[in-house]
């Protein structure tokens, strides 16, 4: 046998002795095979010679094979060669795909911004790296290793052990760091694992720490709270600008940076491709309306809003390499790791010369990795029936709906990880987390042109050691191999064939144009938020760092919404003046002096000041747009009255046309007479707020999805109109256009 054909019946010893059930009986034959040599077992209805077929597996050798792989996050790099961020992945660190493919090419997402990459896209012109950096731990082969350092594998576990410790540290997020261990990346290791790290490495290493430290030649990046691997692959990717750090980096330049960490530590040269040198963000639009930015905050945010479309918006046209293009039409095998539905495949997606090019390619067999868990604030709530999560067919449908052109031409096969067995005390902690299983829907699969297979993916290992269910990389890859072994081998089988469906029914969801529309930098933006508050009182003085993280986590809010006041002061709760037993808005825009006024007790919930201080924000835009108010008593029924002042004296964010816009959307009725004036009118023991207080619990509600005021007065959002009696399906109407008024007129999204 080819020593690189990796299932050895070792293997397949440790593999099956997991497998303590009975495989489902109603598998398809291709789905009896897959399951036969991951687990062993074979269910009694399993069709003749799957023994036979399973040999013929085993000798197929794949090592020709051109692969491209496409995704990001956690889930592509466990695929790749295991999850380099467990403490445990030094042990293990050479099986995946790398392995199994040595014709490799992997395509990693770029709009990533939280954490590490986050902090950088505050000051530098650039992509995120975080996927990038998890990937190239993840890719490390012996043979480079031995080729580059002269070390046989018996002895490279002590270096690989130093690697993953040196790019996996994280520098604490609160308290200075020491400029030497910068300068010095080696100091952050154990002086045990310092000793495994070759001369060569630690000189290239001091280089790169050297370059970003203060006084050296690159860009000054403070180290707090960011990986050691985010920073040195950093400065790889600008020493190759040589200077030119006020711009984004070129597609060569961080090609060329990404693969000088590649050779120091082991990994293939020009295999780890940035999707695209093109800075972006991403844009999710919600089926409530609400539409807002940042990868980050779509899964920190609990919106109890399914996502409707998602849009990666760049800085300008994505450029993509011809080297990514050219993979792509040379390969024999597309995968699409597993992973985060609308923040790993579907940016890359949406760069259209690669779907494009996917499609092109009729020649390869296309693999669908489908999620194995519900995500927060992706795939938990369905857009078909709101009361539950997705099912695989449904993140099918997503990528329908979100795809330029749509899915045709990109999938043929899904591969569901087989849940059904995993043990109750696992699922009960995944449970208390607020996660469930993706199920496999079958028949909608097929209707959608996918061939469904269902295998175990997944081993007792991983629950054992940290109670949690993870793709193994080694299931996957001979899962890969059987698929692959079959379309080659097996295609004129009875129930193998894996493109021979029917014409497939078009999706009942709306597909969305998706257009490049320009966006901001991120480092640009923070820039433009600084600037008008630069001016303004900020008592104490840290509440201005604060506003300015709340406005990077809320890029909605324009350079524009922060013209509206003089500053921001905290009162103390002796000269608080509004009736907290009532009122538990405990911070309001004074239109008298134009201040901010928080309460003292927010000061102990950052949660909770950051909400109460968008409410005042938003109050903030209207600012003293009232001459005068008044309360009209009369038989049961009370009537608020105001008086407009003239739009020559107010200081509002609106235009006059907005401004009376909202007013009637707020349930405020124009006097016939005086289109100054306006009322509502209520009766005595009913509730009502008004129409300032109602635009800043709006404001901050459609940032942050929370509030509870505003989660209870937005719930029937959540309701189609058929559903509801007349009265409540007219108040929906209202509030979804509420909703319009605030995406189009106040965050300027244009549809």
């Known amino acids: 046998m080819h020593m690189q054909v990796m299932p050895s019946i070792g293997l397949l010893a440790e593999l099956h002795r997991d497998a303590s059930w009975k495989p489902d009986a109603s598998r398809t034959p291709i789905e009896h095979l897959v399951e036969y040599l991951l687990t062993g077992r074979l269910a009694s209805n399993a069709p003749a010679g799957i023994n036979e077929l399973t040999e013929r597996v085993l000798q197929f050798d794949p090592t020709g094979t051109r692969v491209v792989v496409l995704g990001g996050g956690t889930g592509l790099s466990t695929i790749i060669g295991g999850n380099s961020q467990m403490p445990e992945w030094p042990e293990q660190p050479f099986l995946g795909l790398k392995e199994e493919f040595p014709l490799l090419d992997v395509i990693v997402c770029t709009t990533d911004d939280g954490g590490s990459t986050g902090r950088f896209l505050k000051s ?125 980096p070129a597609l060569g330049e961080i090609q060329k940076g990404v693969d000088h960490i590649a050779e120091l530590i082991g990994t293939l040269p020009g295999i780890i491709h940035a999707a695209t040198a093109t800075p972006g963000q991403l844009k999710f639009r919600y089926a409530n309306g609400v539409e807002v930015y940042g990868q980050s905050k779509s899964a920190q945010t609990d919106r109890d809003s399914p996502v409707e479309r998602v849009v990666a918006e760049f800085v300008d046209q994505p450029i993509v390499g011809d080297e990514i293009l050219s993979a792509i039409a040379a390969a024999d095998l597309i995968i699409y790791a597993p992973g985060s539905l609308y923040t790993s495949i579907i940016p890359i997606l949406q760069l259209e010369p690669i779907t494009d090019a996917i499609r092109a390619n009729r020649e390869a067999l296309k693999v669908l990795g489908a999620n194995s868990w519900m995500q927060k604030g992706e795939t938990d709530i369905s857009l078909k029936h709101q009361g539950r999560g997705f099912l695989v067919s449904e993140l099918i449908e997503a990528y329908d709906r979100n795809v330029p052109s749509g899915i045709d031409g990109l999938f043929d096969v899904v591969l569901s990880a087989n849940l059904e067995h995993i043990p109750g005390n696992i699922l009960r902690n995944y449970a208390l987390e607020g996660k469930s299983p993706i199920h496999l829907d079958r028949q909608p699969v097929e209707e959608l042109g996918l061939r469904p297979v269902e295998a175990t993916l997944f081993s007792s290992e991983h629950w054992e050691r940290a109670q949690v269910i993870h793709h193994d990389p080694r299931r996957f890859v001979l899962a890969v191999r059987t698929l692959l072994f079959a379309d080659r081998c097996l295609k004129q089988q009875q129930g193998f064939a894996l493109r021979k469906l029917p014409a497939r029914k078009q999706s009942a969801a709306t597909r969305f144009a998706v257009g490049h529309t320009k966006g901001i930098l991120l480092c640009d933006y923070l820039k433009s938020v600084k600037e008008p508050l630069q001016e303004k009182v900020f008592q104490p003085p840290e509440l201005r760092d604060f506003l300015l993280e ?86 049961g029924a009370r009537t608020y009255e105001i008086v407009l002042r003239p739009p020559q004296e107010r200081n509002c964010f609106l235009e006059d046309a907005q401004l009376h816009s909202y007013l009637k959307l707020a349930r405020m009725t124009q006097d016939q007479t005086d289109s100054l004036t306006y009322r509502i009118t209520i009766n005595d023991d009913e509730g009502f707020l008004p129409p300032g207080l109602l635009f800043g619990l709006l404001y901050s509600w459609y940032l942050t999805g929370s509030g509870l005021t505003m989660e209870y007065e937005m719930s029937l959002l959540r309701w189609p109109v058929k559903s509801l009696i007349p009265l409540h399906a007219k108040d929906r109407i209202r509030k979804e256009n509420l909703v319009t008024f605030f995406r189009s007129q106040i965050f300027g999204h244009t549809d």
């Open 550 to 635: 709340v406005a990077w986590n809320n890029r909605e809010i324009r350079p524009a919404h922060l013209e509206f006041f003089e500053g921001v002061v905290v009162i103390d709760s002796r000269s608080w003046d509004r009736n907290t037993e009532w009122d538990n808005i405990l911070g309001y825009y004074d239109p008298c002096d134009r201040y901010i006024k928080l309460h003292e007790d927010l000061l102990s919930s950052r949660s909770r000041t950051c909400e109460d201080l968008l409410v005042a924000l938003g109050e903030s835009l209207l600012g003293d747009y009232i001459a005068k108010r008044r309360w009209i008593e009369s038989h």
């Open 124 to 248: 530098l012109p650039m992509i995120g790296i975080g996927d990038l950096r998890k990937l190239l731990i993840s890719s490390i082969r012996s043979n480079n290793l031995e080729k580059k350092y002269g070390l046989e594998q018996a002895s490279q576990s002590g270096l690989i052990r130093f690697i993953h410790a040196l790019f996996n540290y994280r520098f604490p997020g609160d308290r200075q760091v020491d400029a030497e261990q910068l300068r010095d990346p080696l100091l952050v290791v154990e002086q045990e694992l310092r000793s495994s790290c070759p001369g060569p490495l630690t000189t290239s290493l001091r280089r790169l720490g050297e370059y970003i430290s203060p006084g050296g030649e690159g860009p000054l990046i403070d180290p707090t709270g960011h990986s050691m691997g985010n920073l040195l692959l950093v400065s790889a990717i600008f020493m190759a600008t040589k200077g030119a750090f006020g711009r984004a």
